[in-house]
């Protein structure tokens, strides 16, 4: 058993660091290993070297967050580990040593975003860099919304300016989003800006962020592209709590020139070299695949589910895909549970969670698809034929883990539904034929069915393709009650977290209430106590 001891963030006399420790740290770091000033500067390695570590930082203490909290609620992802004794985040009960990684993370890579704003002007004056700082923008974004999908409030837009006390002001989920939007809008313009340039324009900017980007190694064109297909998330996010915005930022995003990521030599994955999974899975045995997921593959003998795990070696169930339930007594942990399926991502680009080459997966043109087989439900303008977005879901997704010739048979069949799950060490962890723990929705396209039987099956599929992203299959599951997932049979929470509600959120952690953020003013935003059972601001419709 292994967990990373990282240090704890301490919340000094201010949150952000100052423009000049920030700048001579870096300094120092970068000049030894490239031997003095004038090397640090030349190329714009003062911004390059920052905004790879923003990205890197993405998956950085991968294990405390997300794979212990969001991995493991989304029902993508379980463990046979027995931190804390077996009582722990997987059976609500808030481990605050692992949760504040979610807040801390998003200071590192705003912290390292003031680095480059700092180099920009000092170092750089006078140089344009619309497209890297659209990019940076737009990786904060993705930092700040997964904050917010957390813990609801978030510190984004009055990150840097604190009051005059020091205290820095949280801003409610509902205006967050709402800031997402606005900036996400921003930097598309300033994408598509420079994206309309001569090749004798903006080409330190263009150097910049070609040195600097591990996704796209500098397309323009693609930025543009994922940030629009952020705003389609985001929008479709707030559909239940705000209908009309989620409506006008939808379409928006639908006929934007920008364009969205359609097609899966768009998708977005961050090159982070070493995946922090290839050692918490495959090292430490730390994370095992999710009884749900393989229940509904197994079901559906969905033919992408080698590429998602590996068959079990326990003699109980060997050559078998199983999963672990959430939220059990794990008996002798490894010892009972650890020949259970281990997880892996062997996608048509590669192995997502190699030691060597791994990739982060922030957004693929599958989910685009079903974005936009949930907008034409809801009657959005631009969204095109449901039937047709859905079914092209599917398709996008079967060709991400090379499994497109197998998709017209499995999108035909009409009555393939989830398995029950059977666990051989446990007869009570069994979920049995007819429990409604199950789900009964099939795969194939029905125009016949009820909009909300239609929903579940669209939101079923995403959940299918949004894997190994945990943290948006949690978020999804919450927003729409689909999948359906399997209820935690030892709840920890002391009546915190209701087992039929499931856990809605993350509660804030002792280093925040301790901190110089404005923890009072961020719980009189939330619609109940800071718990795990307090529904979030985009949360509205169950």
Not at 56 to 85: E, K
Not at 410 to 420: S, V
Not at 463 to 491: C, D, H, I, M
Request: proline fraction near 4%.
């Amino acid at each position: 058993m292994k967990i990373i001891n990282i240090k704890t963030l301490v919340f000094g006399a201010a949150v952000l660091f100052s423009a000049s420790a920030c700048t001579s740290d870096l300094d120092q770091i970068n000049q030894e290993k490239l031997g003095g000033p004038e090397n640090f500067y030349a190329d714009f390695i003062a911004i390059v070297n920052p905004l790879k570590s923003i990205q890197r930082g993405l998956q950085a203490d991968y294990q405390l967050y997300p794979n212990l909290s969001a991995d493991m609620y989304s029902g993508m992802f379980s463990t046979a580990s027995q931190f804390n004794g077996g009582k722990n985040n997987l059976t609500y009960y808030m481990m605050d040593g692992w949760n504040n990684r979610i807040i801390a993370r998003q200071q590192d890579i705003f912290n390292y975003s003031i680095t480059i704003d700092n180099a920009a002007k000092n170092n750089y004056p006078g140089i344009d860099f619309t497209a890297t700082f659209a990019v940076k923008k737009i990786l904060k974004i993705i930092t700040a919304a997964r904050v917010s999908d957390n813990h609801g409030p978030v510190v984004y837009s009055k990150y840097e300016t604190p009051n005059a006390n020091g205290v820095t002001d949280f801003d409610s989920q509902q205006d967050a989003y709402n800031y997402f939007i606005k900036d996400l809008t921003a930097a598309i313009s300033d994408l598509e800006k420079v994206k309309n340039t001569s090749a004798t324009q903006n080409v330190e900017d263009k150097s910049t962020l070609q040195k600097a980007d591990l996704v796209y190694h500098g397309n323009i064109t693609q930025w543009a592209k994922l940030a629009n297909s952020l705003k389609l998330r985001l929008a479709m996010r707030m559909s239940y709590a705000d209908p009309a915005k989620s409506k006008q930022y939808a379409e928006e995003a639908l006929t934007s020139s920008a364009g969205l990521i359609t097609d899966n030599a768009d998708n977005a994955l961050i090159s982070v070299g070493q995946s922090e999974l290839s050692f918490i899975i495959y090292s430490w045995g730390d994370c095992m695949i999710g009884a749900p997921l393989m229940a509904y593959m197994n079901g559906y003998n969905d033919p992408r589910l080698p590429a998602y795990a590996i068959p079990a070696t326990d003699t109980d169930v060997k050559g078998k895909y199983i999963g672990i339930r959430q939220g059990i007594d794990l008996l002798n942990g490894k010892t009972t549970y650890g020949g259970f399926s281990q997880p892996q991502a062997k996608s048509a680009n590669g192995d997502y969670f190699s030691g060597t080459d791994g990739k982060m997966k922030l957004f693929t043109a599958a989910e685009t698809w079903f974005l936009k087989a949930e907008a034409a439900l809801k009657g959005y303008s631009g969204a095109g034929d449901v039937q047709t977005a859905y079914e092209t879901g599917v398709r996008q997704s079967f060709g991400e883990w090379g499994k497109s010739g197998d998709v017209a048979a499995y999108l035909a069949n009409t009555t393939a539904t989830e398995a029950p799950y059977i666990d051989p060490k446990n007869a009570a962890n069994n979920i049995n034929a007819g429990d409604a723990q199950l789900s009964t929705i099939t795969i194939a396209w029905n125009n016949n069915d009820s909009t909300e039987r239609k929903l579940e099956r669209i939101i079923t599929q995403k959940w299918l393709s949004l894997y190994p992203n945990g943290p948006e299959a949690w978020a999804e599951q919450r927003r729409t009650g689909y999948p359906v997932l399997f209820k935690v049979r030892k709840n920890d929470s002391g009546g915190l977290i209701s087992t039929d509600g499931m856990i809605r959120r993350i509660p804030f952690t002792t280093d925040t209430k301790n901190s110089l953020y404005n923890y009072k003013q961020a719980i009189q935003t939330l619609s109940g106590p800071d718990n795990g059972g307090t529904k979030l601001w985009w949360d509205k419709k169950l």
